[in-house]
C-alpha cells in the first residue's frame, strides 16, 4: 500500500512572490564574496509576511537562512510560524542572474527546529 504524501510540492503564487522578494533583496545587498547569499521566508497566517536574511561569509560564517529567521523572532514572531523558505545565490557579474541554493547541514536542522513542516523551495530559478 502507498502511503500518501502529505506535501503538494507545487509552488504557489506565494512562492514565486518569495522567490522575487530573495531576488529583489540580492540585487540591494550582493557584495561578491562577502554577501553572496540570500534567504526569505514567509510566515504563516493570519499575518503572512516576508522575512529576509544575508549571508555574511567570515570565519564563522552566518547563513542567509539563520540570518532570516532571526529577523522573523526578532519581530516577535514563533519559530513554528516559519512555512516556507527560500535560499538564492546572485552572480557577481550580472544582478538579474541567480541560482537556488539547498539550505546546508546546519539550516536543515533550524528549519526542522522551527517547524518540520515548512517548505523548503528547490531545484533551478527556471523550475523551482
Do not use: W
Not at 506565494?14 to 522567490?19: A, G, M, P
Not at 533583496?25 to 510566515?43: E, M, N
Not at 512555512?83 to 526542522?112: M, Q
Request: proline residues 3%; aromatic residues 6%.
Amino acid at each position: 500500500m502507498q502511503q500518501e504524501n502529505e506535501f503538494d510540492s507545487r509552488l504557489t503564487e506565494k512562492d514565486f512572490e518569495l522567490i522575487e522578494e530573495a531576488k529583489r533583496f540580492s540585487r540591494r545587498l550582493h557584495k561578491p564574496h562577502y554577501h553572496v547569499v540570500v534567504s526569505a521566508l514567509r510566515t504563516s497566517k493570519p499575518l503572512d509576511k516576508i522575512y529576509t536574511g544575508i549571508h555574511i561569509e567570515s570565519s564563522v560564517a552566518l547563513c542567509g537562512e539563520v540570518s532570516a529567521v532571526c529577523s522573523m523572532i526578532n519581530d516577535g514572531r514563533e519559530m513554528q510560524e516559519l512555512e516556507t523558505i527560500v535560499a538564492l545565490a546572485g552572480d557577481d557579474n550580472d544582478k538579474n542572474t541567480f541560482r537556488l541554493f539547498s539550505p546546508c547541514g546546519r539550516c536543515r536542522e533550524l528549519i526542522g527546529d522551527c517547524n518540520r513542516k515548512t517548505r523548503v523551495i528547490v531545484g533551478t530559478i527556471e523550475q523551482p
